[in-house]
């Protein structure tokens, strides 16, 4: 029942239903046949090491973690999908956020509405409370990185793009270390294999400026010492960063220097590995985001940004 209720449009009452079986419809009554086809075939598949967010895992001859779910994602069956409807049907691009309901991925929503060419979805754990917050253009979504890989990679089916705006928020100091490395490292990771699993093929992450800093002597910098205090946080994030660029993904790392409210000053763009100060509005953070999902020229790049008197023109962001 629910497969030939998503062939109607959602307000469809049953009255305005009819019984022509839509290309939809066909789909989703053939896809289960076709996959478990492939299941079958890939059940005698040999051994093979696949990676997790832990290390190295190894499957047995039975259907492994990442091959079921890639085959069931791929073939519509595994779960429904809650970002891949209209968009997908239309060939529009599609870029969801997750963290969406913090200051910055709130502001990357807007960013890439304003921006356009893409459907915007924001994923987040609460939809209750990002339904009250202005995310723009953006439909909202369930994305909780603290489930499965699996069920993570299955709700993801068919995004073209996604911005990480992941960030634990300090409380309690006796808990701040298993609060970063659950989120800036764990959570993260897990979202960079689901992407892999999905077939998401760009990953734009908001990191900090300093995150790898002890390999070029900033570990004594007051900027480092400051932030890495909180949690342990710039060492979860660089763990992060390492498994990311170890993907199969185009990514951009975006590394901020201290996020505020106001903007003040222009956008300026520095390499990897070369701010230890400075700071950066969340709107500009948002701004050089969305940029990155649509510039070719942000493949497989670190930036750094912070605001200053004199910008960096947005067709060097990436160069």
């Known amino acids: 029942p629910s497969l030939i209720a998503a062939s109607f449009t959602p307000t469809a009452s049953a009255a305005r239903m009819t019984p022509t079986l ?4 066909f789909l989703f009554l053939a896809l289960p046949a076709a996959a478990s086809a492939s299941l079958t075939s890939m059940a005698t598949m040999r051994r093979v090491s696949m990676r997790s967010v832990r290390g190295k ?44 309901t913090g200051k910055t991925g709130s502001l990357a929503c ?26 723009g253009c953006a439909s909202i979504a369930h994305l909780d990185v603290s489930e499965d890989v699996d069920k993570i990679a299955a709700a993801l089916a068919g995004t073209d793009s996604l911005v990480c705006a992941l960030g634990f928020v300090p409380g309690n100091p006796l808990k701040m270390n298993a609060a970063a490395h659950a989120v800036d490292n764990v959570g993260t990771c897990k979202l960079v294999d689901a992407c892999e699993m999905a077939g998401v093929k760009k990953f734009v992450l908001v990191s900090s400026i300093l995150t790898d800093g002890r390999a070029w002597g900033q570990e004594k910098s007051p900027g480092f010492q400051i932030t890495n205090a909180f949690g ?5 994030k660089l763990v992060a960063e390492k498994h990311l660029r170890a993907s199969k993904l185009d990514y951009t790392i975006v590394r901020p220097g201290g996020l505020r409210d106001e903007i003040d000053g222009d ?14 509005s969340r709107t500009s953070v948002a701004r050089v985001c969305a940029e990155a999902v649509f510039a070719s020229g942000s493949r497989n790049k670190v930036v750094e940004i912070v605001e200053g008197s004199s910008g960096t ?6 160069a």
């Not at 023109?313 to 990436?318: A, C, G």
Request: aromatic fraction near 6%; glycine fraction near 12%.
């Open 110 to 135: 807007r960013a890439l509405c304003a921006h356009g060419g893409a459907k915007v979805i924001a994923g987040v754990r609460n939809e209750k409370k990002a339904a009250g917050m202005d995310l």
């Open 232 to 236: 342990g946080v710039l060492d979860e």
């Open 313 to 318: 023109p947005v067709e060097k962001w990436f």
């Open 267 to 280: 956008i300026m763009v520095s390499g990897e590995n070369t701010l230890n100060s400075g700071e950066v």
């Open 57 to 100: 895992i190894t499957a047995d001859a039975s259907v492994g973690r990442r091959e079921f779910a890639a085959t069931t994602v791929a073939a519509g069956v595994f779960a429904p999908s809650l970002f891949v409807d209209a968009a997908s049907a239309a060939g529009e691009k599609s870029v969801v956020v997750a963290g969406a």
């Open 22 to 25: 839509s290309p939809t419809l």
